[in-house]
């Protein structure tokens, strides 16, 4: 006998107390079925929920039911009904073609014994099945309940289900748009529109601290929405109100997320210590357990995700500060003199982005173009520094530096190195395929190496060497434009000739 012990039923938050009914679809082609069905469940509730009956008393009119009534918990399903198997069908339709997996399904047939096969069973994932004659009132209650117990679970899993793919596209969108600024923006857009009508969001924290030193670790509001976005680089102090900084202190002290009324505050975890702070009003009064779930996962990770990216960043920097010490170091080996790399990494930034490249190759190309001669360290001294033309033998030892710099960067895992490998190795090819080491043509020839072969040259040509005096401006433009479609790709070359007022200007900031 299926006594029911309320007791066992665990203690429902208030989160989850709502307004409104669990939706059971009845159907039957006798309406003496409805009337007893009702009756029996009449004073049923589930998690302070009563039921709302919704009658069909035939098959075509069931699946009517089920289209308009997509959020229906429990369909008590009558098989024989205009033909012998229409309930059947019914349960075929609800899952093949409404493609509802959430309703139960419970069957009830008209004559004992009469079980619907196995098959439509296990296929149509049918709850349970019934004989009319046993449903007692008593079983009836029983069956519902277990069947909205496993409605609940399943909507909470679909739920659960939905907010993680929203997080792991939130993550995706994050690294994507890999820039600092936008990424806390990016984090608190996605909580934000998870939880619906928030009005007001901010995230403070004391990692943009204008005093570093400071000990009292002031936070400060890094990115607002709503009425917040004005605030940004003030201190909390000066953006909330005297109530809201009580339950701010609390999360921070407590290292906890504190729900107040309409608000909340969420202290993010950090690797580095930092105290960071996410602060939303205008939340809804009840959160659903998978909504709380879902700033606690978010509060755990922002800050740390966050960290992750600037420590990519730092990385990054360190990595363009050695490229940049190194490169300068080997110039001070030959004549060239000091700005070189410096004007070409620039002007190759330009080219890129004049050329359609994203603004990460266009910063790819940045960090890692200095590199493009890094080979002319195995070249002796009396050949790199020689004050006149190179006989035939010396030029091929100094047309080796491509392959050489090659070799001293290939097979990183670094992006910037590995940039700077390509670069090493085709800066010196010919779009017409007369260049060096491989005589490579066109496309064949790297993108960077593309860029670098142009911004090389036109920097070489615009300053003195030890082999040669400066060119000017127009003789520069004349020799460049003559090269098109021969050293050049031509489409280069027309960006090239868009942007020599500014190159220009590139050339002044850093003379010889
Ligand atoms: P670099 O001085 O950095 O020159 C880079 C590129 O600029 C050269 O690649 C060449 O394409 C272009 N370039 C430089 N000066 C002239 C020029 O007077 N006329 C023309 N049309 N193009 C010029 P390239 O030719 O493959 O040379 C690679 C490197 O070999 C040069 O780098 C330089 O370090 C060395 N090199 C080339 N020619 C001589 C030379 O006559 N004497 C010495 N000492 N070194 C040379
Ligand atoms: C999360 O994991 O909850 C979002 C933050 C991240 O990108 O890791
Ligand atoms: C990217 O940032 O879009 C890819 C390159 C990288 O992860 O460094
Ligand atoms: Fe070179
Ligand atoms: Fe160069």
Redesign the pocket.
Known sequence: MDDFLFSDEPQEEVSNIVQGTWKVIIVDDEPEVHAVTKLALSDFEFQDKRLEFISAYSGEEAKAMIDNHPDAAIVLLDVVMETDDAGLKVAQYIRETAKNNHIRIILRTGQPGQAPERQVIVNYDINDYKSKTELTAQKLFTVVMSSLRSYRDILSIEQSRQGLEKIIKASRDIFAAHSLENFIEGVMQQLTSLLGTVDKAMYATSLVASNPDDNQKKLVVFSGRGDFERSEGKAIEDVLDNEQLLACKQALQDKTIVYKNNYLFAYCCSEYNHNSMLFISGIPQYLTDTQRHLIEIFSQNVQLAYENVQLQSEVEATQQELVLRLSEALEQR?T?TGN?VKRVSHICNSLALGYGLSKREAELIRLASPLH?VG?VGIPDA????????TDEE?AI??T?AQKGHAILKGSKRDIVKAGAEVARDH?EKWDGTG?PQGLVGENIHIFGRIVALA??YD??RHK????EA?SVEAVVS?INEQKGK?FEPKLVDVFNQQVDELEKILALYPD
Do not use: F, G, T
Not at 383 to 390: E, G
Not at 465 to 468: G, I, L
């Open positions: 030959s060239e070189h001669d002319k050949i790199l520094n020689k004050p006149a033309k190179l030029w100094m047309q530096h010196h060096y090389d040259v070489a040509l060497r030890c082999y040669k060119w020799e050293h």
